[in-house]
């Protein structure tokens, strides 16, 4: 006799037996796991709330301020235009492509030769709210404070699933006098191409007067601290026996001002950072034993996302400490007579929500306007004067006509 199979075999009673219909709770849930759960789907996933572009341990002051604005001249907003473009890191952890700015027309021939130059706008912009941010943060100095003011560049990108959505946002956002921050969610970029990155330390650096002076390899891990609530960082370099050795401890950083200025005119964009943090050689607190013990526990793996792993359970010591984040730094570092331009490339691993990224950056220095931000004495036009010689570097050199961010198609506007 041939094979029945179950579904098709006869009861005694001659009729087709048909499946038992499942329960109506497996019925709902059966039914809501057929719902297409894509990014772009109505339904799809939303990111939790608490994910952030930005870097998860990054603290902001209390009363610290986050602009954005244009500079390379000044178009209408119904010129406004925002564009998805490729970011594997937003991708992933938002579900859809991060937006960026574009003016309708020529981007190019927004500036004016009867307008103030670029950087002279940008500094006016900042003005206020620079010196009203470091008059707060130097009402919190300490022996140990250090106040420092850094410059990047990179893409300022907007999140949103529909670039109209948001558009109005950017739009009511783009000339708004006050903090921008909860107006529209937006990101900075700072992933460049490798090929641009090399093209500035070949070309640039010399053209420039800028001397290397050093290149190194380090390991940066993030701790949170559970007690406090305080961020620890540990920058280590391998030692002659193989295992980690701190060289550097950094705690409490604090950002009091972050300026990203969309340049419409250029490639890429900017952004100024004025943040204080406590330096520390040596950590003289309860809880030096347990950051060694988290160092000496480490295991480099040249293998793993950030370069370092721990075996299960020794990334945190009874609750009161863990790693947050871990870093795998190559850096070369050039200087002139008043500016640091660190070029790096960092593999990230952020164990809080599982992301790894690797970037190339460029970080600008100032250790001469960071000096004077500390000094009693400081004079507020001569800080104003060396920011803006900076600004001025930086848009006439680093923001290109053809550079581009990491994973960005050159677009006809």
Not at 157 to 182: I, K, Q
Not at 309 to 319: F, N, P
């Amino acid at each position: 006799m041939a094979y029945i199979p179950p579904h098709k075999r006869r009861s005694a009673t001659g009729n087709t037996s048909a499946p038992a219909r499942p329960p109506a709770s497996l019925s709902r849930r059966f039914g809501q796991s057929l719902v297409l759960d894509g990014p772009s789907h109505p339904r799809g996933r939303k990111p939790p709330s608490h994910q952030r572009i930005d870097k998860v341990d990054i603290a902001y002051a209390a009363q610290s301020t986050s602009l954005w604005c244009i500079a390379g001249g000044c178009p209408h907003p119904d010129d406004f235009r925002l564009e998805p473009y490729p970011c594997d890191v937003v991708e992933r952890q938002q579900g859809y492509r991060p937006l960026m700015l574009t003016i309708a027309g020529d981007p190019h021939s927004v500036e004016s030769e009867d307008e103030p130059p670029p950087w002279a706008t940008i500094v006016t912009r900042i003005e206020r709210d620079l010196l009203s941010s470091l008059i707060r943060a130097r009402s919190e100095l300490a022996p140990r404070i250090k106040i420092s003011f850094v410059a990047r560049i990179g893409r300022v990108s907007f999140l949103g699933r529909e670039p109209s959505s948001c558009l109005e946002s950017v739009r009511r956002a783009a000339y708004s006098e006050s903090d921008t921050r909860g107006k529209v969610r937006m990101f900075f970029n700072t992933n460049l191409q490798n090929e641009h990155v090399q093209e500035f330390e070949q070309s640039e650096m010399a053209k420039l007067g800028f001397d290397l002076y050093s290149q190194k390899e380090c390991y940066i891990i993030k701790f949170n601290k559970t007690l406090g609530g305080s961020v620890i960082t540990c920058k280590c370099k391998v030692a002659e026996g193989g295992g980690l050795e701190i060289y550097k401890i950094e705690q409490n950083r604090l950002r009091h001002l972050v300026v990203d200025v969309s340049c419409i005119s250029k490639d890429l964009d900017l952004r100024l950072i004025l943040y204080s943090m406590e330096v520390s050689k040596t950590l003289d607190d309860a809880g030096i034993d347990v950051i060694k013990r988290l160092v000496s526990d480490a295991i480099i793996d040249p293998n793993v996302k950030g370069g370092l792993r721990w075996s299960l359970g020794k990334d945190s010591v009874d609750g009161t400490c863990s790693v947050s984040e871990v870093w795998h730094v190559k850096c070369k570092n050039f200087k002139s007579q008043n500016m640091r331009i660190n070029f790096r490339y960092a593999d990230r691993f952020i164990h809080k929500i599982s992301l790894g990224e690797v970037s190339n950056e460029v970080v600008f220095k100032l250790p001469g306007v960071s000096k004077q931000l500390c000094d009693e004495n400081f004079e507020p036009s001569s800080v104003l004067a060396a920011v803006q010689e900076t600004v001025k570097l930086i848009w006439n050199h680093f923001l290109g006509k053809n550079v581009g961010v990491e994973g960005e198609k050159c677009k006809e506007k």
